[in-house]
């Protein structure tokens, strides 16, 4: 590739026609993604995808097989962690458990020999921030686990980096923990506008903490855009299945024309399209899936537009909201409902759709149409 790479300089980082194989096994294929300065970008995907991957030749701790990465304008493809100008959070605390809160916190720092006023300003500001003033004398046998990963971010915000790097920090703790911390990392952005890389595999972290999502499969990045795009249009079927729970719900069938308008039709069922949006022609006998997602289909009540029925096997309560399973046209679908709604098994329900909301992909290629 040639060195003199065109780079904007209004992004971060910068990552082009990357690749990374072992062996014979491709892990990241001609990768290029750029990261905008203060942006908080997540990398999500499933066991396997590349995401972790992609984060450590970022961070220096993997060597690509082949392409480029620029941080702040900065060839660092071949430079060392330390050079980078990254602070990395791994999955695991990696604190010292011989050093107090305090020390683990400085000790990088004094590695580098920085001098100790220095050092005090950047503990004393980054325990200020992260609110664990409190906890610096303590060993971290002393800590529970969100005040341990606390400090394991803390002492990548001491290194005053420009880009932070997470990968899955939150997974090895409880829920309403992994909650909190959300929180934490969300306000931590808003008050540094650092630039943070974020790997996950939770859509929840993804789609709480994100200003844009690149969702991985095998390598490549499926689609790169904010959360709310991604959510309501997402390019392909994989991002559509993946994102939400419960998942999408898809029928299978094929487009049709009825007075010369475009229809969606099933198992001898016909849907209107009227409200979709498309750049493309919707021509008929196209064979297509549909997807709605679950909220996006209303239930009984003052339903406006197409009416359909359908019969409810399952019922799962939520709290707030309610899950019912359906057995519509041959197909099992999944309804949000809210929480104070009930519905026996075997009930009747009428059902219409949000077709402003819904998705069309090719049955072969399975990209949106």
């Known amino acids: 590739m040639n060195a003199n790479v065109s780079i904007n300089k209004s992004n971060s980082v910068s990552i082009r026609e990357l690749s990374l194989s ?4 491709t892990v990241l294929e001609n990768l290029n993604l750029d990261i905008r300065d203060g942006e908080f970008l ?4 499933s066991s396997g995808c590349g995401k972790s991957t992609l984060l450590n030749c970022i961070a220096g701790l993997l060597e690509p097989t082949e392409g480029q990465i620029f941080i702040k304008d900065k060839n660092v493809t071949w430079e060392e962690p330390k050079d980078r100008g990254i602070g990395m959070v791994f999955q695991s605390y990696a604190l010292y458990p011989q050093m107090t809160v305090e020390k683990n916190l400085s000790f990088g720092l004094r590695v580098a020999k920085l001098p100790k006023d220095e050092i005090d300003r950047r503990v004393a500001r980054a325990a200020g921030i992260l609110q664990i003033e409190p906890l610096l004398k303590r060993k971290p046998a002393e800590l529970s686990g969100g005040q341990r990963q606390r400090v394991a971010i803390g002492r990548a915000l001491v290194r005053d980096v420009d880009v932070f790097l997470f990968d899955e920090p939150l997974s090895n703790l409880d829920a309403k923990l992994r909650s909190e911390l959300r929180v934490e990392i969300k306000r931590l952005h808003q008050s540094l506008k650092n630039t943070m890389i974020y ?3 939770d859509q929840i972290e993804a789609l709480t903490l994100a200003d844009r999502i690149a969702i991985m499969k095998s390598g490549v990045i499926q689609q790169l855009d904010d959360p709310q795009t991604i959510y309501n249009r997402p390019r392909n079927k994989f991002v559509a299945g993946f994102i939400g729970s419960p998942s999408m719900n898809f029928l299978k069938g ?3 024309d009825e007075g010369g308008k475009p229809v969606f039709k099933t198992n001898g069922v016909t849907f209107s399209l009227a409200g979709y949006e498309t750049s493309q022609p919707l021509t008929a006998g196209r064979k297509v899936t549909l997807g709605v997602r679950p909220e996006h289909i209303q239930v009984d009540g003052d339903i406006a537009g197409e009416v ?11 709290g ?3 899950l019912l399973w359906l057995k519509y046209a041959g197909h099992t679908m999944s309804v949000r409902i809210g929480g104070a709604r009930r519905y026996a098994p075997g009930t009747k329900v009428r059902l219409a759709f949000d077709m402003t909301l819904a998705s069309l992909f090719d049955a072969e290629t399975e990209d949106r149409i």
Not at 22 to 25: A, K
């Open 320 to 322: 707030a909201d309610n």
């Open 42 to 45: 997540v990398l999500l995907g």
């Open 22 to 25: 072992f062996g014979s096994v």
């Open 199 to 201: 790997v996950t595999h």
């Open 308 to 318: 359909h029925e359908a019969v409810v096997e399952i019922e799962e309560p939520m």
């Open 254 to 256: 094929e487009l049709a």
